[in-house]
């Protein structure tokens, strides 16, 4: 199987008259969606131009250093979406880099292993493979974690007389927030479970149908795939455990106290 169905500006047009059509129904229910929708395709589209435009370039530069400033604008959004995500959120700094850091440290080891030791490109950074990879593996891993300190953050601040309560009775702080840390782990890694618990029953993960799209043989597409699932479960999980944890930290003392001051409301 070789080469691919090219589809012009007009298919996309075409493409879009159901998304269209959506509009008119919102219009004609009354529903105030219309404007929302159409905005948010128009943005979409813009988006995305310009995103494939700059992907051109740097494939062609092949350069490191565009590459990784690339990757720091991709981690930049990603921190800054984990932050808006949370309802209560750590004050200050700690706010947008402890969500951003473990994010990025899960995200970055996860794709330096499968670049260096599993797909090994030449040269190991080539744009072509570390971008695509680097930023599903950083949308995945920024989904846990904003899900998890939002959820661990609600659960001390809704369940603080428990806490105090453990606390008082001699539990060290981690022992004191374990359920809470259960909790949170949970949710963190729920969207990533469910996706790949549905993937090839239920869907056809977006790489593998692109893949299949462009000619690849299926047998090919799916070991991309199941190696992309493997990667993107084991950084969402490093990034969630690491952020979880390090919240507790901070939003404990070495008196081994609930600091829920540390906290903004949104």
Known sequence: MSGYQALTY????????????????????????????????????????????????????????????AAAVMAAFAGREIRARQARRLSGLWGTGLGAGAMLLAGSLVTLYALAGLIRPDPVWQPQYALPLFGMILGNTMTGVSLGLDTLHTALAQGKRDVEARLLLGGTRWEATRPALRQALRSGFTPIINAMAATGVVSLPGMMTGQILSGVDPREAVKYQLLIMFLLGGATGLGVLGATFASIWRLTDTRHRLRLDRLDTR
């Open 10 to 69: 007009w298919d996309l047009v075409a493409a879009s008259v159901f998304l269209i059509l959506n509009a008119v129904f919102s219009i004609a229910l009354n529903l105030g969606l219309a404007r929302t929708l159409i905005v948010s395709a128009l943005r979409m589209t813009v988006q995305l131009i310009l995103v494939g435009l700059i992907l051109k370039a740097i494939f062609l530069a092949g350069s490191l250093w565009w590459t990784l400033l």
